[in-house]
Nanobody, 122 residues
Framework: VQLVESGGGLVQAGGSPRLSCTAS????????MGWFRQAPGKEREFVAA????????DYADFVTCRITGTRDNAKTTVYLQMNNLEPADTAVYYC????????????????WGQGTQVTVSS
């Protein structure tokens, strides 16, 4: 299984980029998908997870309503819509996959993407 993220780049504060993660392999529709991020000098932290059918979503406490995770199983793609970004959101964003959202939240994903850089300028 390969996970490939896209959609990162330089964004102005207040911007609303959408990250994508496309998965290869046949497990996508049976696996939960999620997102982590790692800011410079900090540990990787959980952002969001979504169950195999989108029925369950799990977000980090800091997310509030600015970030939404969705998925399209037909396209084997999971999305992270981010709104009203702040410089503190600057990080490498990673896609992850596991059988359950709880496993993703705990950092126990089976598969990880290579990450996509999001830089928010003030």
């Amino acid at each position: 299984v390969q996970l490939v993220e896209s959609g990162g780049g330089l964004v102005q504060a207040g911007g609303s980029p959408r990250l994508s993660c496309t998965a290869s392999g046949s497990i996508f529709s049976r696996y939960a998908m999620g997102w982590f991020r790692q800011a410079p000098g900090k540990e990787r932290e959980f952002v969001a997870a979504i169950s195999w059918n989108g029925g369950i979503t799990d977000y980090a406490d800091f997310v509030t309503c600015r970030i939404t995770g969705t998925r399209d199983n037909a396209k084997t793609t999971v999305y992270l819509q981010m709104n009203n970004l702040e410089p503190a959101d600057t990080a490498v964003y990673y896609c992850a996959s596991a059988q359950m959202t709880s496993i993703i939240h705990l950092g126990g994903s089976d598969y990880w993407g290579q990450g996509t850089q999001v830089t928010v300028s003030s």
